[in-house]
């Protein structure tokens, strides 16, 4: 059951799913419309029910770095303005939180309801300055 409306999950493929999740990620990378080096891990199948019910999801966590923070913020700035007209609907945006107020946006997907997370990083406590993103689907149910 998904916790937030009751209902049961939906059931699909993790194939069909990481292929729709890499393809948003690959527009999401687009719209920042910067060069820089980009880590690929790939999306992957894990676990996201607490309650037993066996629920899946795909994960694509991804980050770009190697490129000033003049060219991250002008990235991050595309991206913001890029999501809407990309089907996505931004539900935050503002800093994370951290002692170091990096700038954050989630969004959400409005035909597959995935989410994304982006968070510009801008390095002020001596790391790499970097954009972080993870890009996630809805819980779902594996296909038999």
Not at 6 to 33: C, H, I, N, Y
Not at 62 to 74: A, F, P, R, V
Request: glycine share 10%.
């Amino acid at each position: 059951m998904d916790k937030e409306n009751g209902k049961p999950l939906p059931s699909r493929t993790s194939s069909a799913v990481e292929d729709e999740v890499s393809s948003l990620s690959s527009r999401v990378l687009d719209m920042l419309k910067v060069k820089g080096k980009v880590t690929e891990p790939g999306a992957y199948t894990s676990s996201c029910a607490e309650d037993g019910s066996k629920g899946v999801w795909v994960r694509h966590p991804w980050s770009m770095y190697g490129i000033d923070n003049s060219k991250l913020g002008e990235g991050f700035a595309n991206l913001k303005r890029s999501l809407p007209g990309d089907g996505w609907e931004i539900v935050k945006e503002g800093d994370d939180g951290s002692r170091n107020k990096n700038p954050e946006i989630r969004a959400v997907h409005q035909r597959t309801h995935s989410q994304l997370e982006a968070r510009w990083l801008k390095g002020l406590d001596g790391n790499t300055p970097l954009i972080d993103v993870t890009l996630y689907s809805q819980c779902f149910k594996e296909a038999e």
